[in-house]
Every structure is written in C-alpha cells, then in structure tokens.
C-alpha cells in the first residue's frame, strides 16, 4: 500500500470518527498530492519519496505559518496550524537525530579535505553528498546550517 493510499484510508477513518481537524488536513494533504501529480506536462503518479517531499513541503508550510501566526500574538490561529502539521507528521519519517547527521557531515568534510577542497569551496559538494546519505531524515535548512558550521 502506498503513502498515498494509506493517507486516503485514514482520511476515510477520520470523516467515520468525525474528526474534523484530521479531516480537514488529510484532504488538504491529498490536494497538494494531486496537485503536483498533475503539475507539468504530463500528469504522473507520485512514489512515496516524492509524496513524503510533498508532505515536508506541506509540515514547513504549516510550521512557518504558526510561527508567524505566533508572533503576531494569533494564538488561536498558531494552535490550529499546530494541529495540522501534528496530523501531517504521522506520515513523515523520523527525523534523523543531531548525532547521526553530524556523524555523516563529518565523513563527507573528511572525504571533501581528502580531496582538496576546504571552506566555503567544500560547502556545496558537501552538502549534496549529506542530503543524498540522509534522505528524508532530515531537512536541507538544517543540513546546510550544520554543514557550514562544521565548515567553518
């Protein structure tokens, strides 16, 4: 079963429980799902890595907006987009700890220097290598941050 057909089946489990807020944010997930499927020149069917890089696409969205919601004292607003990126992120894979990312940061800074690259000339080699060993396990923000940290 895919992401995508699990997301529609707890939709279903949701709308029978009368769950709104999962209601309301499954559909709103399967939108986005169905949106860039159909997005290009031909429409296409999403596997689950790319339908995980939608969903992440849709938790940033969701935790920027509380955050913005939050600091102009929107309370009420800020714990809604709380709840939706809470019902999205069942459907994410865990986060990779600070440890295990830093472990392969450290790798890929070694491989770098052993190829002669240092310093800001390193950065991107890096972190491409960092974003593809680590997959969906973590986020290309906090990659880069750790990355130009060991870096420099």
Do not use: F, H
Not at 85 to 102: F, G, Q
């Amino acid at each position: 079963m895919s992401l995508k057909d699990t997301i529609k089946a707890d939709l279903t489990t949701a709308m029978k429980a009368r769950d709104e807020m999962s209601t309301s944010t499954l559909r709103m997930v399967l939108s986005a799902i169905t949106n860039a499927e159909v997005a290009g020149d031909q429409a296409v069917t999403l596997d689950d890595n790319q339908t995980v890089a939608v969903l992440q696409s849709e938790a940033k969205k969701r935790a920027e907006a509380a955050q913005i919601y939050a600091d102009a004292g929107r309370s009420e607003a800020a714990a809604k987009e709380r709840a939706e990126l809470a019902v999205i992120e069942r459907y994410l894979p865990a986060a990779m700890s600070d440890d295990e990312l830093n472990a392969i940061i450290g790798e890929e800074v070694a491989k770098a220097k052993a190829a002669g690259a240092e310093g800001g000339k390193a950065m991107g080699a890096v972190v491409k290598a960092v974003r593809e060993r680590a997959g969906s396990g973590a986020d290309g923000s906090r990659i880069a941050a750790a990355v130009k940290a060991a870096l420099g």
